[in-house]
T-cell receptor, first 119, second 112 residues
Framework: NAGVTQTPKFRVLKTGQSMTLLCAQDMNHEYMYWYRQDPGMGLRLIHYSVGEGTTAKGEVPDGYNVSRLKKQNFLLGLESAAPSQTSVYFC??????????????????FGPGTRLLVL | GENVEQHPSTLSVQEGDSAVIKCTYSDSASNYFPWYKQELGKGPQLIIDIRSNVGEKKDQRIAVTLNKTAKHFSLHITETQPEDSAVYFCAASLGGYQKVTFGTGTKLQVIP
């Protein structure tokens, strides 16, 4: 199993350009997430998906769009890149289990990250 | 929404000493508390987690404690080694597909 993979590893964009980041997982996980990581800010959730064909906004969704056409893939799009979007982007996937009348969140598995520089 | 605070932001310890990182959360309904270790240039990796139905969990040199009343949980690393040097994140989740809210991270440096 490759786990969670991200493409590309590094990219430089000019302001106004567009690009798509690809996340793929081979663990048959239902849930997928996109985070951005900035110094001193920890990991902030951009968008997430609870299943194929569904997406939802996280805490910092502005300027990004996502799609989950296939269960194993989660795409993050930047329509018009801005310098404020310079960051390291991480994708993650997870699943949940049930027990004791509760639904438990299971481990999130992270990809290796995509470093994006917007000039 | 959930808010997770993490302290300290940086921590230096001598090799062999213990390290403690503390987190507080705001939503009393949170029931899952993972801890992640992130090495330079890599994605975060789970090192230990705890659910709300237990108060403590241990895995070799790593332990996590949870105080639901105080909405507080901590990571304890004993007999620290240089390879423990990394950034550690705590997190809290309401369970199911609910998003996980991360703390801002603690940079741990173990001095040989």
């Amino acid at each position: 199993n490759a786990g969670v993979t991200q493409t590309p590893k590094f990219r430089v964009l000019k302001t106004g350009q567009s690009m798509t980041l690809l996340c793929a997982q081979d663990m048959n996980h239902e849930y997928m997430y996109w985070y951005r990581q900035d110094p001193g800010m920890g990991l902030r959730l951009i968008h997430y998906s609870v299943g194929e064909g569904t997406t939802a906004k996280g805490e910092v969704p502005d300027g990004y769009n996502v799609s989950r056409l296939k269960k194993q893939n989660f795409l993050l799009g930047l329509e018009s890149a801005a310098p404020s979007q310079t960051s390291v982007y991480f994708c993650a996937s997870s699943y949940s289990t049930s027990g004791g009348n509760k639904v438990w969140q299971e481990t999130q598995y992270f990809g290796p990250g995509t470093r994006l520089l917007v000039l | 929404g959930e808010n997770v605070e993490q302290h300290p932001s940086t921590l230096s310890v001598q090799e062999g000493d213990s390290a403690v990182i503390k987190c507080t959360y705001s939503d009393s309904a949170s029931n899952y508390f993972p801890w992640y270790k992130q090495e330079l240039g890599k994605g975060p990796q789970l090192i230990i987690d705890i659910r709300s139905n237990v108060g403590e969990k241990k895995d070799q040199r790593i332990a996590v404690t949870l105080n639901k009343t105080a909405k507080h949980f901590s990571l304890h690393i004993t007999e620290t080694q240089p390879e423990d040097s990394a950034v550690y994140f705590c997190a809290a989740s309401l369970g199911g597909y609910q998003k996980v809210t991360f703390g801002t991270g603690t940079k741990l440096q173990v001095i040989p």
